[in-house]
């Protein structure tokens, strides 16, 4: 692994790492108000972190 | 991802698909189905159960109500059977008031019409007596005056004495 | 009765993961006393626990005069070179050797198969890669056994799961506890996506999917030391068969939606359809990356955490790390289900994108 490769990675970890606690977080908010919707927003959650993860993976795999 | 198609395995690649196919297939014949459909069967029959719950529960209320319009019509029909009768009892009370009143009122009358005829009877009766006796009277009166002018005076003072009009 | 399960639950797991810790720890612990520097030996350990391998070895030791000996069995070795070439994968003897077939010389390095002259010369290109022919390998690997268990363990599982159901139709034994992820996958995963006309075409194969990957993770957390998913052609294969039936199944708004997108001006129409087919690639393809990546960085950090217990062999570090992997085998057991639930949730997704109807354009 070279230097540009190593920084590249922690780039995106960084903002993959950002993307999904803002997820995180929203959906926590979400939950916090709406207690009686909270499998839906788990779900949605999931899909959308699972979404930037996989973004992520494949960046790391090109880094 | 140089290391990654590095490590791509041909062979690896073609059993996973050969064998999970032949998984999926042998699954869906032998599991899936029969599981899914058990589970789809068990949940109509609980729906169905409920349903059927449901509808006898109404039939219930139905049954219920009837009974409730039922007796609610007896106890309109005694009420109402209690009224007539109870005015029929009054009607009836009222005629034989009427009746009666009649009946005495004629009673009255006939035995006015009786005192009436009895006693214009009387008065006759005391006339005849009345005549007779002023005829007899007369006729005493006229005998001793024809003897004696005293004794006929004496004879009709008596007389008169005698005779008082009750 | 509840508590009681749980406990009993918790037990299990305990003795999971302890003894999986116990089975991957006991080799680097006796190739402590080798020649090689500790680091590099747990990093070569790990990269070798990463690969395939043409053996099934639970653990290997030293022997006092130098020798290795594996604990084990070897499996077949089949490969295509200009015939059908069987053979039994003790002949390699885990590299050791030269495997000698109708006159052909056979080398195992570094997990592949590699065609060799006589003395086993191996070429390599500047970077280091070996640049010999390789004939097509279709062995009995590892990774092809434990495929082919715990299709087999599934099979027996709900087959005899769904006889049972003919006579009662309430679920007994096992069935109590699968039941409920089925009904699962068809009401939250199944039904939601694809919407209740037509889920019932793909739920063979999403249950499959779903209980494949989670019992094929699980088991990557058992002593055994297999880690089938992060072949990246295990996942490869599975994405594939996602994005086949996806393709397949698209209907022709499907289509219409790749290539003349509704309700947008010509100029855009023409942009978006590259990226709309680009992006029916890029979705089996984030299926495959997303299990593989998941399922070796977990084995990864996992394994170096372990490492790190007897680099530090000290009474602090060693239990500080102890309770590390502790903590990260329950967080790999949660990983375990979620990455098969997202697979299982996405290809659900992408089949209900395929079979949408849109009645508004």
């Known amino acids: 692994m070279t230097i540009p490769n190593i920084v590249g990675a922690g780039l995106i970890v960084i903002g993959a790492g950002l993307g999904i606690g803002k997820i995180g977080g929203s959906a926590m908010d979400a939950i916090a108000r709406q207690p009686e919707a909270s499998g839906k927003i788990q779900t949605a959650m999931l899909i959308a972190a699972a979404l930037i993860e996989g973004i992520g993976f494949a960046a790391l795999f090109a880094a | 991802m140089d290391k990654l198609i590095e ?10 698909t050969v064998l999970f196919l032949a998984l999926v297939l042998l699954l869906r014949k032998f599991a899936w189905k029969p599981i899914l459909e058990a589970v789809n069967n068990r949940e109509e029959g609980i729906k169905n159960a409920l349903d059927e719950a449901e509808n006898a529960r109404k039939e219930m209320q139905n049954l219920q109500a009837d009974n409730e ?12 059977m209690l009224k007539e009768a109870r005015e029929l009892k009054e009607s009836i009370i009222a005629e034989a008031k009427e009746e009666a009143t009649i009946q005495a ?23 005849n007596q009345v005549a007779e006796i002023s005829v007899g009277i007369a006729e005493k009166v006229v005998k001793t005056e024809l003897s004696d002018k005293d004794k006929q005076i004496k004879l009709v003072e008596d007389m008169l004495k005698e005779v008082t009009i009750s | 009765m509840n508590r009681f399960k749980l406990v009993k639950t918790i037990t299990l797991l305990l003795l999971f993961v302890t003894a999986s810790m116990h089975a991957i720890s006991t080799p680097s612990k006796e190739e402590t006393h080798g020649k090689k520097d500790l680091k590099t030996e747990i990093k070569e350990y790990i990269n070798h626990h990463l690969l395939d391998s043409h053996d099934f070895s639970l653990y290997s030791y030293e022997t006092d005069e130098g020798e290795h000996k594996y604990i084990g069995a070897p499996l077949p070795v089949i490969l295509w070179d200009g015939g059908l070439k069987v053979f039994s994968s003790s002949k390699f003897h885990h590299g050791e050797t030269l495997a000698e077939v109708d006159g052909n010389y056979y080398k195992l390095y570094h997990g592949k198969i590699y065609k060799t002259d006589a003395a086993g010369t191996i070429n390599y290109d500047e970077d280091h ?6 004939p097509l390998d279709f062995s009995i690997t590892k990774n092809v056994v434990f495929i082919f268990l715990v299709g087999l363990l599934m099979f027996f599982m709900f087959s005899r799961m769904a006889k ?16 409920p992820i089925i009904l699962y996958v068809r009401d939250d995963i199944a039904i939601p996506n694809i919407g209740k006309k037509k889920y019932k075409k793909y739920m063979s194969y999403l249950l499959t999917i779903f209980f494949f990957i989670w019992i094929i993770n699980l088991l990557g957390l058992t002593p055994l030391g297999v880690n089938v998913t992060n072949n990246i052609a295990v996942t490869l294969a ?30 855009m129409k023409i942009i978006l359809a590259p990226i709309e087919l680009l992006g029916t690639i890029i979705k089996p393809f984030s299926l495959m990356i997303r299990l593989y990546a998941n399922i070796t960085a977990g084995h990864v950090v996992l394994m170096s955490i372990i490492g790190l217990m007897f680099i530090f062999k000290n009474w ?40 949408e109807e849109h009645e508004h354009h």
């Open chain 3, 164 to 179: 049972k159901y003919k006579n009662n139709p309430i679920p007994t034994g096992l069935g109590r506890l699968l039941e």
């Open chain 3, 316 to 355: 602090i570090g060693s239990p500080l790390s102890f309770g590390l992997a502790f903590a990260l085998s329950l967080l790999e057991l949660l990983v375990a289900a979620l990455q098969a639930y997202i697979f299982t949730m996405l290809s659900a997704l992408y089949f209900g994108s395929a079979v």
């Open chain 2, 7 to 16: 490590q791509f395995s041909l062979g690896l690649f073609v059993w996973q």
């Open chain 2, 105 to 127: 009122n004629k009673v009255i009358e006939q035995a006015q019409a009786t005192i009436q005829s009895e006693k214009q009877a009387a008065i006759a009766d005391i006339k």
């Open chain 3, 129 to 134: 890669h070996a640049t010999n022919a390789k």
């Open chain 3, 238 to 267: 599975l994405a594939l068969m996602t994005y086949f039936i996806t393709t397949f199944s698209g209907n022709k708004d499907y289509w219409k939606h790749i290539f003349w997108m509704p309700g947008v001006p010509v100029p």
């Open chain 2, 69 to 80: 319009r039922i007796l609610n019509e007896a106890r309109t029909e005694r009420d109402g």
